[in-house]
Structures are given as C-alpha cells and as structure tokens.
C-alpha cells in the first residue's frame, strides 16, 4: 500500500511480485560479482571487496535500465493492441450492422413479395 490508498488484490500481488523479482535479481548480482571476484586471485581481501561491490552495483544498474525499457516497451505494445482491438472490434461491429441491414431488406422483400405488395 503507498500512502494510505487502498491497494486492490492483483495491486498488491504484483507488488510483492516485483519484490521478490527485485530480490532476486540482487541475489544474481551479488553471486555474479562474487564468480568475477573469484577469476581475480591477485586482489586483496579489501581490493576484491571494492571491485565486488563495484561490480555488483554495476549489475543492478544494468538490470534496473533494462526493466525500465521493458516497462516503457510493455507500455507501448499495449497501447498498440489496444488499438487494434477496438479497431477490430469497430469493424466487426459495422460488419454485423451491415450483415443485419442486408437480413432486414432481405425479409422486407421476401414479405413484400409474398404479400403481393
């Protein structure tokens, strides 16, 4: 919940989704850092600390760029199909109107035929 508004069921279960994605993605940056840490036998307990740190820092950076593409992305491909489902359905719409209409004048025909009108 963010500043006392109420949060709907699927809100909150995407939030603590979110979270434990984020949680995790920290986990794989810190073990990411630790394996390049581990291929640097030369450094100092202090050196390798820094460049883990550095590293790790580094991997979240990345990732929290990349999820803000993804986001933006995601963003604009609904949109997009949003579009093109109300274009859709506006067509099938005006194609069941005009499939009516035809039915319609058809009956009014046949009935005005048959009636001798």
Avoid: H
Wanted: net charge positive; charged share 30%.
């Amino acid at each position: 919940m963010s500043g006392g508004t109420p949060v709907s069921t699927a809100e909150a279960i995407n939030e603590i989704e979110g979270f434990l994605l984020w949680e995790a993605e920290k986990d794989r940056a810190r073990i990411r850092a630790r394996e390049f840490g581990d291929r640097l036998p030369w450094l100092t307990r202090a050196q390798r600390a820094e460049v883990e740190r550095q590293y790790q820092a580094d991997q979240l950076e990345f990732s929290r760029a990349y999820l803000r593409r993804t986001v933006a992305r995601s963003g604009e491909l609904r949109a997009e199909y949003e579009g093109v489902y109300r274009e859709l359905r506006r067509r099938l719409c005006t194609a069941f109107l005009a499939a009516a209409v035809v039915l319609v004048s058809g009956v009014v025909t046949v009935a005005v035929a048959l009636t001798g009108g």
